[in-house]
């Protein structure tokens, strides 16, 4: 395969990124450097789901508008993935203008093909996860998958032909072994499609829920956020905008998903695309789920933990390693601190760090000088440890290819199991005395195992692979698992010693500090400064005050300002005229979001020439304790020239 495009589900905005989401985007980071190691071109795409119900009622509840709510909200999940080596290509977000268009054409392609239809319906609807169900499939009178109360409507609606579809995506499932994977979980999609499939409602009435796209041959119904949401695979690499890209990179190589998003993926997605007439991805990976104490890790269940705490406190590499190597594909694991501590002392500082210590110690004493010492020749004491790290490379490419991160991972400790036998074995440390070529031959054939270790483990921990090849004398970049060759180190290369590359962490019982930064609080307002001393020495006049001339404008152009990664270009209507003013907000709006935005003006202020760009006046927001900026905004809405006071 010399192609892939990776995608994560789009996360809902209705809360900040937990350890779940998080584990989901390492996943998809690891398979993607994996792919870029074995030579193939890559794209990977990860973004936001910002319409629907939950969104509509998180704004609410911090009376916010929706689009406040998401433009605050999807920066928690953009500026997270960096954080944690997490190197995406794009992130879409489902309220940008390139979606809303192929959500529009998508439904009227489906409408003007009769795939969509007008019915009117009665029946039970649960908000809480947006759908109808029969009489028959309630619990108790309740939600099957919520739980949550339903109440029973009358209404007219858009429909989806799904039942058209059942026959072919059953047949094609059946003959295409690896599409769902891990088989468990296309078990549970060929038992879903052995009952008849029902057709599907793909509209919401305004008046009910507003916070959608609207449906372009109706303008009383918003989109179904699900038909909206999982386009967004197909927005991301240009459908109905740029046909080369699209197929350049369509179909998908490989959705990544959670086991509870199971139907909409497997079942809806290949439905919408079937009926699109669109190839269909070639595979669907769905995961378990991070569990605490057993219980699924979930905002509305409070026991979240915040990656971003476990990842000061251990590094990104130790939190990295131990959601990849301790989640088997498809089961549920559970998160605790002390398996997370456990797992870094068992296999990052013993077996790891300690095999790379004990050579590069070594090679510091005479007779090597610190430098590679010279390739011996294979003995039959070398040749079961060597064969099986030549073989690393290709058995850890079979895992990835399988999408078994967990089992490539082991495959690699169980090479540095084997290298730490060997050194035991061979003795290089006496044997340095009586045979200092022999011992020399040893060292040479550990530091060559440990440079098949670090490669084949750079996808997951990217930072401190790197740093163990620059200690055992690599100096050539990371190479790639498909053209790692046995003996390409060559001697006299200096090596050095890191001193805790692999700290030990110790473990209190009863100390945990896991859930404990739970990342719900509420509402997510910035906390207030510490009380300032409200001094009377800086006191204005009203009549100062007076001299401001403010008022509200409505921004028609943004740009960002080239060479610059701070400011964007505003054009903006300030009722009898339009200005343009050069702001300092790019690394908090993307241009694209403001376009149509209220805010608020000052502007009597004196002209000014930043960046070469004339400046007349200044867009006003608010900087809390963290630097994270607000724009003000007038509370409802306001004609531009409107005057502030
Ligand atoms: N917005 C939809 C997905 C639309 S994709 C076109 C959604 N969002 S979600 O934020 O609720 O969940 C996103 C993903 O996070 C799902 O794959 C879900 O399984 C995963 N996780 C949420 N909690 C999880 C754990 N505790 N453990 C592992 N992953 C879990 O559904």
């Known amino acids: 395969m010399n192609r892939l495009y990776i995608t994560t589900p789009i996360y809902y905005v209705n809360d900040r990124p937990h350890l779940g989401h998080a584990y989901t985007t390492i996943l998809a980071d690891v398979i993607r450097r994996y792919y870029d190691m074995l030579g193939a071109e890559t794209w990977f795409l990860t973004g936001v789901d910002e319409h629907g ?54 439904l009227s392609c489906l409408y ?109 119904y918003v989109t179904y956020v ?93 939190l990295r390693y131990f959601l990849m190597k301790e989640m088997t594909l498809g089961l549920d694991a559970n998160f605790s601190e002390e398996a997370l501590v456990n797992r870094n002392n068992s296999d990052l500082a013993n077996d790891l760090g300690n095999l790379l210590s004990r050579v590069t110690k070594l090679l510091k004493k005479e007779p090597f000088s610190s430098v590679v010492p010279a390739r011996g020749d294979e003995t039959a004491e070398d040749v079961e440890t060597l064969d099986m790290v030549r ?97 390409d180190l060559e001697s006299g290369c200096p090596v050095q010693v890191t001193q805790s590359l692999f700290p030990r962490h110790d473990w209190v019982a009863g100390a945990s500090d896991f859930p404990k930064e739970v990342v719900h609080e509420s509402p997510l307002r910035p906390s207030p400064s510490p009380e300032k001393n409200m001094s009377t020495e800086n006191e204005i006049t009203f009549d100062d005050f007076a001299k401001l001339k403010m008022v509200v404008g409505e921004i028609m152009e943004a740009e960002t300002v080239p060479k610059s990664d701070k400011l964007l270009r505003l054009v903006i209507d300030i009722g009898e005229e339009k200005r343009q003013i050069v702001s300092g907000i790019a690394k908090y709006y993307d241009p694209e979001m403001l376009v149509g935005r209220r805010v608020v003006v000052l502007t009597n202020l004196q002209a000014r020439k930043i960046f070469g760009l004339e400046s007349r006046g200044m867009v006003l927001a608010a900087a809390d304790s963290s630097g994270e900026l607000a724009l003000i905004t007038p509370e409802r809405y306001m004609d531009p020239g409107a005057e502030v006071s």
């Open 391 to 487: 073989s690393l490379p290709t058995t850890v490419g079979d895992k990835v290819r399988a999408w078994k991160i967990n089992a490539a991972v082991e495959d690699v400790m169980t090479v540095v199991r084997r290298l730490n036998k060997y050194v035991n074995d061979t003795r290089p440390f006496s044997l340095v005395k009586e045979n200092p070529q022999r011992a020399g031959a040893v060292l040479y054939n550990v530091l060559e195992g440990l440079r098949f270790v670090a490669t084949s483990l750079w996808p997951v921990i990217p930072r401190k692979a790197e740093q163990i090849l620059v200690d055992i004398g690599w100096d050539a970049g990371v190479p790639r698992l498909s053209t790692l060759n046995f003996g």
């Open 226 to 318: 699900w038909f909206d949401a999982l386009l967004n695979y197909a927005t991301g690499v240009g459908l109905y905008a740029d046909n080369a890209r699209f197929d350049q990179w369509w179909p998908a190589t490989v959705h990544l998903l959670g086991k509870d998003i199971l139907t909409t993926h497997c079942v809806y997605w290949n439905t919408f695309l079937m009926a699109l007439e669109l190839p269909l991805p070639k595979h669907f990976v769905a995961h378990g789920w991070w569990l605490i104490d057993e219980t699924k890790m979930s905002k509305s269940l409070g026991n979240v933990v915040s990656p971003l705490s476990l990842r000061d406190k251990y590094g990104i590499d130790v």
């Open 112 to 220: 003007d093909k009769g795939d969509i239809y007008e019915r009117e319906y009665e029946g039970w609807y649960s908000p809480s996860v947006e759908r109808f169900w029969t009489e028959n499939e309630l619990v108790n009178g309740r939600c099957p998958e919520s739980g949550a109360e339903v109440v029973y409507l009358n209404e007219k609606n858009y429909w989806f032909r799904m039942s058209k579809y059942q026959e072919r995506l059953l047949a094609w499932i059946e003959s295409h072994p690896e599409f769902i994977v891990p088989e468990s979980r296309k078990n549970e999609v060929l038992g879903f499609l052995a009952r008849p499939l029902q057709d599907l409602c793909i509209s919401r009435p305004k008046e009910r829920l507003s916070w959608g796209i609207e449906i372009p041959f109706d303008s009383n």
């Open 53 to 106: 119900q939950k969104v509509q009622d998180a704004a609410k509840k911090r009376g916010m508008t929706p689009i406040e709510h998401c433009d605050d909200m999807q920066r928690h999940f953009r500026d997270l993935w960096p954080q944690l080596q997490v190197s995406n290509d794009d992130f879409i977000r489902t309220t940008e203008p390139r979606h809303w268009n192929v959500v529009q054409k998508a």
